[in-house]
């Protein structure tokens, strides 16, 4: 494509990285993202990839801005209380670039839309704060091929990793690691444990990046690893993931090969 004096000077710092470069930003404008969760962690990662020129993305979240949302979910502020998470995340977005396509769906993701929804897209990033909304969405992506970049954070604490199960090999999915979801109370949600707010920068612009790389495919991948940031203590940490040959949804013998085991969820 044709770049105009515009986008070349809008660019300038991608083009100029020779891992980038005028075809790698070319492959950004033609890449379609879909992030669900426009919160804590969907803020940095929509504005970064907006900023970073991926010229289609979509995200979904059914909620509307609330005061409690401000202390980390940048992306929206003070006059958008009140107001759809996903037009205020629009107006954001197509004020910081004008290349970028705003796809917005202010729904539940469920069962009965998911693979739908991840179908349109090349990756999908998960910036959700549930865990039935996660796992719902670790099984679309492996049963529809979508690679999946996820992160989670709590108090001080946040981790990421990127799956891809549906390529085989050595690339888990989400359930070799968590097999299944936690008993419901043994894990507090941010709103009864507390999270940082700034954490939520450090974690979703860390998921911005590596959606990034996945999209040029250039660098080292976080499939099979987990990533885990101690924010109190300042230290990071990277632990090896390995598939489960007995994992019930990308194993020898799965079990999970439909969303059907999956009720109503929400990002």
């Known amino acids: 494509m044709d770049f105009t004096d515009a986008q070349v000077e809008r660019y300038a710092r991608h083009i100029i990285l020779p891992e980038v470069g005028g075809i790698g930003q ?14 804590g962690l969907g803020s940095p990662l929509l504005l970064y990839l907006a900023a970073a020129g991926v010229g289609a993305i979509g995200v979904i979240d059914p909620d509307v801005v609330d005061l409690s949302n401000l202390q980390r979910q940048i992306i929206h502020d003070t006059a958008a209380i009140g107001t759809p998470k996903v037009e205020s995340a629009r107006t954001r977005l197509e004020a910081i670039n004008p290349d970028v396509r705003l796809d917005v769906h202010r729904e539940r993701l469920t069962a009965a839309n998911a693979m739908g929804l991840i179908a349109d897209y090349d990756v999908v990033a998960d910036g959700t704060d549930n865990f039935a909304t996660r796992y719902l969405l670790a099984d679309a992506c492996h049963l529809g091929g979508r690679t999946l970049v996820s992160a989670a954070m ?15 090999g050595p690339n888990p999915c989400y359930r070799c690691i968590f097999r299944e ?6 894990v507090p949600s941010c709103a009864e444990g507390g999270v940082l707010g700034a954490l939520a920068g450090a974690v ?11 999209l040029l495919g250039i660098g080292d991948s976080l499939s099979g690893q987990l990533l885990m940031y101690d924010a109190l203590h300042t230290s990071f940490h990277k632990v090896r993931v390995r598939p489960d040959p007995e994992c019930p949804l990308c ?15 929400r990002p």
């Not at 979801?181 to 043994?186: A, F, K, Q, S, V």
């Not at 979703?204 to 996945?214: H, N, P």
């Open 154 to 168: 709590l108090r001080f604490d946040g981790q990421i990793s990127t799956f891809k199960s549906y390529l085989g």
């Open 181 to 186: 979801p936690p008993p419901r109370g043994l």
């Open 251 to 265: 194993g020898r013998h799965p079990t999970i090969t439909d969303l059907s085991g999956h009720g109503g969820t």
């Open 26 to 39: 070319e492959v950004l404008l033609k890449s379609r993202v879909l992030v669900v969760g426009a919160g």
């Open 204 to 214: 979703g612009s860390v998921q911005a990046i590596e959606v990034l790389k996945e």
